[in-house]
C-alpha cells in the first residue's frame, strides 16, 4: 500500500492554482488554508511523554462551508503527505458545495510534516507512538477542539478515507461514534487486520488484471520471467541489466532477486492505478495502464525487452526523464510486499506493516504470474525483529478494531473497485444494516473518492450517488 511520497517534489502548487492540469484532464483541485494544530505526542500514557505536544498539519477549505450549521468532510489522512491526498480526493470537493460542508484534512502522524519529535522519529524511543490507536485519537482530538473553536459542536462529521485512509475512516466512526456521523471508506482492505483471512489476494488480482487484459499478455510475462531465470541461472546479470536499463550491473543473485522485486511492484502500481484517464497520483501514468503495459508487452518480440518496458511505465512515469534505473533507490524491500515507497514515509509504514498491519503474502508463480518471492509470516517476523526489534501482534487488530462480521459498526459505505488489487480484503457483503456494500465495475483503487470525470464508468458514478444519498441520511440523522 504505497503511499505517494515519490511526488514530494510537486507539492504545494495546490496552494496557488484553481485546477491542475494534467495531460488535457482537469481535477477538482481548491486552494487550501494550511495550519497546524497542537497534538499529543501520547494519547494514552500521561507519564511518558508528559504534556508534550507536536505540530500536526491540517488543511481545510471553508468557502462552502454554512458556518456553524454544515457538515464537517473530514478526510482521515494515510500514509503519506497530506497534500496528495487533497490533490487526488476530488469527490469531497465535488459534493461539498451542495452540503455547505467544511473541509478537513488532517494528516497522519510521522508522515509528511506531522513529526511528533524533532529528530531521531524513527528510534526505538520514538517509533512505538506510530500506531493505529494514536493516528485515531489525534483526529478525535483534533476534531473537538476545531469544533468548539469554529462554534461547530453540533456540526455532524463525515469522515472519507481511500486505502488506509479508508481504514482510518471506517475506524473513526466505530470508535467514536459521538464524534463520527458516518464514514466513506473506499478501498479497505479491513480484512487485512483479520489474522485468519488469508492474504493471498493481492498477487492473484494483479494477474487476473493483466489476464482481463488479454491471456497472451500474461503468457508473455511468465514467458519474460522464465527466460529472466535462465539467464541469471547461468550468471549472465550483464545482459539483464542492460535490457532493463540498470544504472549498475547486478552482479549476484541477491541483486536479481532484487530486480524482480522491482518489477513486480511496478505490477501492483499499475493494477491500482488502472484508471479510466490519465492520473499522476503514484506515477504519471496513461488512461487503463494495464492495457498500456500489455501493449507494451506485445509489441516487443524478446519479451524480457518487454517487461522492462512495463517497469519503464511505472518508475520513468515517476519522474520521465530517467537515463537509468537505480533500482535500489526507486523500490525498497521492506513488510509490505506490494510495496512500502520510499523515503522517511517508506520507513513509517514499514513500522505498520512490522506491528498492527499484515499485508497479503508474496508470490508463488502458480496463483500469480510472478516469480516465487515469497513473504510468509516467519519471514516478517524475522525481517521486523532485525529492523525494528519487534514482533507483529496480529490479533490485536481483531481485538480493538472491526471485526470480520462487522458486529457493533455502522454508518459506514465500504466501496471497492473490482480492478483494485485490495478489493480481495474489503467488506464485499454484510447482513449488516448499518453497513453500505458497493461494488464498482471497472474500478481501481479509490476511484470514487477522485473527482468526476467524463471518462468516469457508470458504476463510478452510481456509487458516488448512493454514498451522497448516505450522507445526507447520517447527516439527518444526526440532527
Ligand atoms: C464563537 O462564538 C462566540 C460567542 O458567540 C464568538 O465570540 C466567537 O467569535 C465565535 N467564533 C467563531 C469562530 O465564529
Ligand atoms: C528459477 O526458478 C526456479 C523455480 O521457481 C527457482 O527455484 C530458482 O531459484 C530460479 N533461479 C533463479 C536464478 O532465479
Ligand atoms: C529525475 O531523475 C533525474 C535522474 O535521476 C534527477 O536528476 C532529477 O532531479 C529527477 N527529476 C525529478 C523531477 O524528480
Ligand atoms: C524514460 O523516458 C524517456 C522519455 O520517453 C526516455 O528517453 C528514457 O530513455 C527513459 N528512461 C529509461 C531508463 O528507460
Avoid at 534505473?325 to 513488510?335: G, T
Avoid at 480484503?425 to 479509490?446: C, E, F, M, Q
Wanted: hydrophobic share 40%; charged share 20%.
Amino acid at each position: 500500500m504505497a503511499a505517494p511520497m515519490q511526488l514530494v517534489v510537486v507539492l504545494n502548487i495546490v496552494l496557488s492554482c484553481v485546477q491542475t492540469i494534467v495531460q488535457g484532464h482537469s481535477y477538482n483541485v481548491p486552494p487550501y488554508k494550511e495550519t497546524y494544530f497542537d497534538q499529543f505526542v501520547d494519547h494514552f500514557n500521561f507519564l511518558s511523554f508528559g504534556q508534550q505536544t507536536f505540530k500536526q498539519r491540517v488543511l481545510t477549505q471553508d468557502k462552502w462551508w454554512k458556518r456553524s450549521s454544515g457538515p464537517i468532510f473530514f478526510y482521515t489522512g494515510n500514509e503519506g503527505s497530506i497534500d496528495e491526498f487533497w490533490k487526488n480526493t476530488g469527490f469531497v470537493f465535488d459534493i461539498a458545495p451542495e452540503f455547505g460542508a467544511l473541509v478537513v484534512f488532517a494528516e497522519h502522524r510521522f508522515y509528511g510534516k506531522s513529526m511528533p519529535f524533532p529528530i531521531d522519529n524513527f528510534n526505538s524511543k520514538h517509533v512505538g507512538l506510530l500506531t493505529i490507536e494514536q493516528a485515531l485519537a489525534d483526529y478525535a482530538v483534533l476534531l473537538t477542539s476545531l469544533k468548539k473553536s469554529l462554534n461547530a459542536t453540533g456540526c455532524p462529521v463525515i469522515a472519507f478515507g481511500g486505502s488506509y485512509g479508508g481504514m482510518l475512516s471506517a475506524y473513526m466512526r466505530y470508535k467514536y461514534p459521538g464524534i463520527i456521523a458516518g464514514s466513506i471508506a473506499s478501498s479497505a482492505p479491513i480484512y487485512l487486520l483479520d489474522p485468519n483471512f488469508p492474504k493471498t489476494f493481492f498477487w492473484k488480482t494483479v494477474t487476473k488484471d493483466f489476464n482481463d487484459a488479454s491471456s497472451k499478455c500474461v503468457g508473455k510475462v511468465r514467458d519474460a520471467f522464465g527466460k529472466m531465470n535462465t539467464t541469471a541461472a547461468k550468471g549472465d546479470f550483464s545482459t539483464i541489466s542492460s535490457k532493463f536499463h540498470l544504472c549498475n550491473e547486478l552482479t549476484n543473485l541477491d541483486q536479481y532477486r532484487h530486480l524482480l522485486l522491482w518489477i513486480r511492484n511496478a505490477f501492483g502500481s499499475l493494477s491500482m492505478m488502472d484508471y479510466p484517464y490519465p492520473t499522476d497520483f503514484l506515477a504519471n501514468l496513461p488512461a487503463y495502464p494495464v492495457k498500456e503495459a500489455c501493449s507494451y508487452l506485445m509489441k516487443e518480440d524478446d519479451s524480457v525487452v518487454g517487461l522492462s518496458k512495463v517497469a519503464g511505465l511505472f518508475y520513468n512515469g515517476t519522474n520521465g526523464s530517467l537515463k537509468c534505473f537505480d533500482i535500489f533507490s526507486e523500490y525498497i524491500e521492506c513488510a509490505d510486499p506490494t510495496g512500502c515507497g520510499t523515503g522517511a514515509a517508506g520507513s513509517a509504514w514499514d513500522y505498520q506493516a512490522c506491528t498492527e498491519v499484515r499485508l497479503p503474502q508474496g508470490t508463488d508463480s502458480t496463483t500469480d504470474m510472478f516469480p516465487v518471492l515469497p513473504f510468509t509470516d516467519e519471514i516478517r517476523e524475522k525481517y521486523c525483529f532485525k529492523r525494528w526489534g519487534v514482533v507483529p501482534r496480529d490479533s490485536w487488530g481483531n481485538v480493538q478494531l472491526i471485526n470480520l462480521d462487522l458486529k457493533g459498526a455502522s454508518n459506514i459505505v465500504f466501496a471497492n473497485g473490482n480492478l483494485d488489487p485490495w478489493m480481495g480484503g474489503g467488506v464485499l457483503s454484510t447482513s449488516n444494516p448499518g453497513i453500505k456494500v458497493i461494488v464498482i465495475d471497472g474500478g481501481a483503487h479509490h476511484l470514487d473518492l477522485r473527482s468526476a470525470n467524463p471518462m468516469d464508468p457508470a458504476s463510478v458514478k452510481q456509487a458516488r450517488v448512493v454514498e451522497k444519498q448516505q450522507i445526507q441520511q447520517w447527516i439527518n440523522q444526526w440532527r
